[in-house]
């Protein structure tokens, strides 16, 4: 028999309803938005030219951003693939090893690693590591595709590190006694059985690193040099988001220029949804496999 709810519970229910359909509405209406402003200049320019056009030169009307694509690619794989692993580590750590004083410790510098402003990431960045790269490497100027991925590496790893560390306490503390029952050592336990079992929740950290890496925009035009080149490791290098930010406030209203930029953020909000959408595809493939 159904169970009759309460007209508070219905009431509570209604709410929760309305706030979701809320926050569709804006995702439906940001997607509208972007795609009726940024059709025009794909149009004009041409889908081939503006996505594989080389040049980005407003004052000749050339409009080619496959450099701002590729330096997002790489600064974002870069910034992964130096990021995870120190976050994914730091997390079994606090999660399964540090005493409970070093964990209290290293979880409220990590929480306010991930309270610091962008533009104070930016600002160091700028003073300390820029000048760093620039000494070390013997550059004329260190503002490089290698400086943006060091910032990103850094900014992400509070993302990975606090929901990693979620999911890894939530495993059931009974499939590790049943491995140290087996005679699994600790760090194999972590390893090979809370690991796997969290990997929904490590997966999910790692996309929300993502996300922060390819969107981060105010740090990246501090540190990047934010010329529109083809991407080099040490080489001045701009990204779609500074692409956006740098030129849009003179941008003049309704002229090519602007149009190409809606273009650019309508590039990225379709880039950012086809890795989460791949992502969440994999991931529920696996889950269920």
Known sequence: MKKLKNPTEKIIEGIFLILGLITVGFVLLITVYLIISGIPAIREIGLFDFLFGKTW????????????????????AGAIILGVPVGFLTAVYLAK??????????????SLLAGIPSVVYGLVGMIVLVPAVMKTFDLPDGSSLFAAIIVLAVMILPSIIKVSITALEAVPKEYEDASLALGATPVETYFRVSVPAAKSGIA???????GRAIGEAMAIIMVSGNAP???ELFGSVRFLTTAVASEMNYATDGSL?????FSVALVLFLFIMLINAALNFFLKREKEG
Do not use: C
């Not at 080619?64 to 974002?76: H, V």
């Not at 090893?97 to 990590?110: D, G, H, L, N, Q």
């Not at 999910?204 to 993502?210: K, R, S």
């Open 257 to 261: 220029q602007q149009q190409a930029l």
């Open 97 to 110: 090893i540090a005493s409970p004083r070093v964990k209290f410790f290293m979880e409220t510098a990590v």
């Open 204 to 210: 999910a950290a790692v996309v929300l690193g993502v």
């Open 229 to 231: 080149n083809m991407p």
């Open 57 to 76: 030169d407003y004052s000749k009307n050339l409009y080619g951003i496959l450099p701002f694509i590729l330096t997002s690619i790489y600064g974002t």
